[in-house]
């Protein structure tokens, strides 16, 4: 095939970062699954868990899904007992949500489960390798997302 009808999957780095994104997010339900959990749950726990009082939108943001989305499992979350969200705003019209210490609790246990996931995606690669990785991931993001300048900084 020539350059000019399409994209060679094999040595497309697009195509291979969808395949690894979805690989790891197969892997991660698996090992969630059993803990009652979605990926879409336990990152927004873990958002929560690394900043308390987002709102619903920086939630979804966050977690790569819709608003609608987002609300619905916060609701569930609510009902559950994971997370505390006020009655009323208290200020403007975000509700700002908060891990209960039962969402601290089920965050650990998903927790573990994830860093074994991520444990297995890595164990090919030295040290140097994992962090020529994530290097290489953060100046890709960083390049895509227009932002020259903390790549040519980094």
């Given at each position: ?40 749950h ?22 790569f ?10 609701q ?60 290489l991931?953060r ?14 900084q980094?």
């Open positions: 095939m020539s350059q000019g009808e399409g994209v060679d999957l094999e040595t497309s780095l697009g195509y291979l970062l969808k395949e690894a994104s979805s690989a790891l997010r197969s892997a991660m339900e698996e090992v969630l699954r059993p803990l009652g959990m979605s990926v879409t336990y990152s927004c726990l873990e958002l929560l868990a690394q900043r308390p009082g987002l709102s619903s939108s920086e939630l979804a943001r966050g977690a899904v819709t608003r609608q989305s987002m609300n619905t499992l916060l569930s979350l609510e009902r559950g007992g994971e997370v505390t969200r006020p009655a009323r705003a208290p200020v403007g019209k975000v509700l700002p949500t908060r891990l209960t210490a039962h969402g601290r609790r089920r965050l650990a246990a998903a927790s573990a489960a994830v860093r074994s996931v991520e444990v297995r995606m890595l164990a090919g690669l030295s040290e140097d390798e994992q962090a020529d990785a994530l290097r991931l100046s890709m993001t960083q390049a895509l997302r227009g932002d020259g300048e903390a790549r040519e980094g």
